[in-house]
């Protein structure tokens, strides 16, 4: 069993959380399980969430996704560090 990650978040994450926040308050709740989720397993060996290394993204730039529901969370991961670098809302309309 690999040891804990610790999880960090960027400026950028903060104020982007925010704006949705006001919007979306069970954002709330749902951020704290992405903290559970990426401090015990952010590669995904375990296979039981929806996380996807994105091809062709730098490092710094959000190279994982996790998504719960209709929230996007992009992070980072540096040896035992994760880094939340941005959080988004996919629209309703998005696959109709």
Same mark, same amino acid.
């Given at each position: 069993?690999?040891?804990?990650?610790?999880?960090?978040?960027?400026?950028?994450?903060?104020?982007?959380?925010?704006? $949705? &926040?006001?919007?979306?308050?069970? $954002?709330?709740? +749902?951020?704290?399980?992405?903290?559970?989720? &990426?401090?015990?397993?952010?590669?995904?060996?375990?296979?039981?969430?929806? +996380?996807?290394?994105?091809?062709?993204?730098? &490092?710094?730039?959000?190279?994982?996704? &996790?998504?719960?529901?209709?929230?996007?969370?992009?992070?980072?991961?540096?040896?035992?560090?994760?880094?939340?670098?941005?959080?988004? $809302?996919?629209?309703?309309?998005?696959?109709?």
């Amino acid at each position: 069993m690999t040891p804990p990650f610790s999880v960090t978040v960027t400026p950028h994450f903060e104020r982007v959380f925010r704006k $949705l &926040l006001a919007g979306h308050p069970e $954002l709330r709740g +749902i951020r704290e399980r992405v903290g559970e989720i &990426l401090k015990s397993d952010p590669s995904n060996h375990s296979r039981m969430h929806h +996380i996807k290394k994105l091809v062709a993204v730098p &490092l710094g730039e959000g190279q994982w996704r &996790l998504a719960l529901g209709r929230f996007r969370f992009r992070y980072d991961i540096y040896g035992q560090e994760v880094v939340l670098q941005h959080c988004g $809302l996919r629209r309703e309309a998005t696959y109709r």
